[in-house]
């Protein structure tokens, strides 16, 4: 794995699939724009570090050493996403707890948004109606 790949910020999708290294390189983290990250077939990887915050989609379908997964990976942005641990015969309770709590985590984050977002936009329409109510002439 190039030592460079955390030069690549504008990056937004990366397919490492069928790679056979242990771990990911610690500086994927740094791939802030990164929304997709396949590992698919990766059966060597043992651990997943911390995650780039905008990661909206990982395939670690049939990392079949895959154990751990980090308890909080970074902060998340709350953007709708999609992982998939299917045949990932080895992750521990502890690594299934922490995938539940950071899917669990970007939930409650993209509800508090789109929430805000509603609410906005609902004030700005409530505002425009009452600057053009219809106000009769005496």
Do not use: W
């Amino acid at each position: 794995m190039p030592k460079s790949l955390g030069c690549l910020t504008s990056l937004e999708a990366l397919d490492l699939s069928g790679n056979n290294f242990v771990i990911l390189p610690k500086n994927i983290s740094e791939l802030y724009e990164l929304q997709h990250l396949g590992l698919r077939y990766c059966r060597r990887l043992r651990s997943l570090q911390k995650l780039p915050p905008q990661l909206a989609k990982l395939d670690a379908h049939r990392c079949t050493s895959l154990s751990t997964v980090p308890s909080s990976s970074t902060i998340v942005d709350g953007n709708i996403f999609e992982f998939i641990f299917t045949n990932c015969l080895k992750l521990y309770e502890t690594a299934c707890n922490n995938i539940m709590a950071y899917a669990l985590l970007k939930i409650q984050l993209y509800a508090i948004r789109l929430y805000s977002e509603v609410s906005l936009s609902l004030s700005l329409s409530l505002t425009h109606t009452h600057t053009h109510s219809f106000n009769p002439v005496l």
